[in-house]
């Protein structure tokens, strides 16, 4: 993961936070303030400090959900940088499905999304439209700043998602097969309207136990 001062736009890396005890569980843990970091994603979290060495940062952001904020605090002390947390950045909120294992209702929703109904939500979830409109803004108060590359820690479907939509090299169908651990590196290049991808780091392989994927995931 190189400099990115010789790029055109600015270099963004999209990081998914670290393990909680939650996704060992296999929970759709969406709402504020959600689990902490457990003793593996407290590592996965410093360990980002070395995986970034290479890289030229301006900035760190996080969502405000904790887990975000505890995954981006350790690269930022490392860089001497503010974090900044972004509310915009929260992961898709699961509405009535929060905290159960099954997940194929909330699967069902983001697919509504890439097959093009964006109105479509779970009760006391948010629509597509509330979704794009919330992070879209939260990234392009990122790339107003005039980083020339910065870290954004946001969460597993919000990224997926986001990507799927944002980035001109990615279909949500790619997105659903690829791997997205904790703290997965996904590297894109550009300015709003303009984001292409660099590389994708389908993060350390401690984030959830084999055998325990909860129905309908994708990650």
Known sequence: MGDAGSLRGMRLYLVRHGRTASNVAGLLDTAHPGAALDEVGLAQADALVDRLAEATLDAVYSSDIPRAVQTATPLAAARALALIPLAGLREIPAGDQEMRDVWDA?????????????????????????????????????????????????????????????????????????????????TIEG?????????????????????????????
């Not at 890439?114 to 803004?137: M, T």
């Not at 998602?161 to 590196?185: F, K, Y």
């Open 191 to 219: 300015e709003p309207d303009d984001w292409r991808l660099l590389d994708w780091d389908d993060g350390v392989h401690h984030d959830t136990p084999a055998g325990r994927r909860p129905a309908g995931r994708r990650d």
């Open 106 to 186: 909330y699967i069902d929703v983001l697919r509504a999304w890439a097959l093009g109904r964006p109105h479509v939500r779970r009760p006391g979830g948010e629509s597509g439209h509330e979704f794009f409109g919330r992070y879209d803004a939260a990234v392009a108060s990122i790339a107003d700043a005039g980083h020339s590359a910065a870290v954004l820690v946001s969460h597993g479907a919000a990224l997926r998602t986001w990507v799927g939509h944002r980035v001109r090299d990615l279909t949500p169908m790619e997105v659903a097969r690829r791997r997205l651990g904790n703290t997965a590196i996904v």
